[in-house]
Nanobody, 120 residues
């Protein structure tokens, strides 16, 4: 059973930083695109950042320049580091894994989410 477990959420002051981690129990982790999404109350879930199996990254415009997504294929983990946090960053952050590879076919998994609250 595929499992994604997020950690690192919590209460952060405006202007502060956070580091989210996602530990994945995935067969052939390196074949997955890993991503972070977030969802605020009353809003749709949105992509925050993604990193492909080849290491290419993309970011939402709202976090570009102040966020870094990285992966460690030896530890099956993906990290999201964000700084200069503001109130609009308050959300539940979800880890996502997806692939459409010849070996694994099409697969997608979600973590349970971790709450990030930006407040003074």
């Amino acid at each position: 059973q595929v499992q994604l477990v997020e950690s690192g959420g919590g209460l952060v002051q405006p202007g502060g930083s956070l580091r989210l981690s996602c530990a994945a129990s995935l067969n052939i982790f390196r074949l997955y695109t890993m991503a972070w999404y977030r969802q605020s109350p009353g809003k749709q879930r949105e992509l925050v950042a993604a990193i492909t199996s080849g290491g290419s990254t993309n970011y939402a415009d709202s976090v570009k320049g102040r966020s870094t997504i990285s992966r460690d294929n030896t530890r099956n983990t993906v990290l999201l580091e964000m700084n200069s946090l503001n109130l609009e960053d308050t959300a539940v952050y979800y880890c996502n894994a997806n692939t459409n590879s010849p070996i694994l076919g099409r697969r997608e998994s979600w973590g349970q989410g971790t709450q990030v609250t930006v407040s003074s």
